[in-house]
């Protein structure tokens, strides 16, 4: 679903279309952005639709409030069999994976809490910028969990092996400064989704 000129409307999902960018925000701020089944199925059908748009030439992912996104729901986590506990890691993985391998150019914009599914979605992009109040973590270590949905491969790619091996066995959150000297973010600043459309615009113009 798609929705201009700031209209705003109870879903999990909000794409916002500026030229030729679209902004995919994640809307879920009552309940800090968790990555549930219903919004990675709504996340699945938009980067679906907006991946075969030859009008788009870049993607933005951000989140609302304070928080980029925190991951998968951990009520909802408990609540799963075996078998829904397999279905909803490939769900994840599918949504990423179609994420990475979009011809168009995508950006995170990080705007605050960024927390393990969360952190997993923004290493699926091209880039990543981060505004300096940005918090990072791989908190699965603490619940005796780790992360299912790419993250594993994609971060020591990013970061190199020991930094990532830190972050997964250690669940300590890093600042957004740390995040940039480490490698994980390319740009700070804020407002970061000004800093995002700044990254795409100069990207999609050459």
Not at 95 to 103: C, G, P, S
Not at 164 to 187: H, I, P, W
Request: charged content about 15%; glycine content about 10%.
């Amino acid at each position: 679903m798609t929705f201009q000129n700031g209209e705003w409307r109870d879903r999990a999902i909000v794409v916002e279309l500026i030229g030729s960018v679209a902004i995919v925000w994640i809307n879920q701020a009552k309940y800090r952005n968790s990555l549930s089944i219903e919004t990675l199925e709504e996340l699945d059908t938009t980067v679906s639709s907006l991946s075969q748009n030859t009008q788009i030439d870049a993607l933005i992912f951000s989140g609302t409030k304070d928080v980029f996104a925190s991951g998968a729901d951990i009520n909802e986590l408990a609540s799963l069999s075996t078998l829904s506990a397999r279905r909803f890691a490939y769900l994840g993985q599918n949504v990423f994976n179609k994420i990475a391998n979009t011809a168009q150019t995508t950006v995170a914009a990080i705007n605050g809490y960024c927390f393990g599914g969360g952190l997993d979605l923004a290493l699926s992009c091209d880039l990543r910028c981060a505004s300096v109040n940005a918090v990072f973590a791989h908190p699965g270590a603490g619940l005796g969990i780790i992360t299912g949905w790419g993250g594993t491969q994609r971060l020591p790619g990013i970061i190199g092996k020991a930094r990532a091996l830190e972050m997964f066995t250690t669940a300590r959150r890093f600042s957004s400064k740390e995040a940039y000297q480490m490698g994980l973010v390319n740009r700070l600043g804020d407002p970061v989704i000004d800093l995002a459309l700044e990254i795409v615009g100069q990207r999609t113009t050459h």
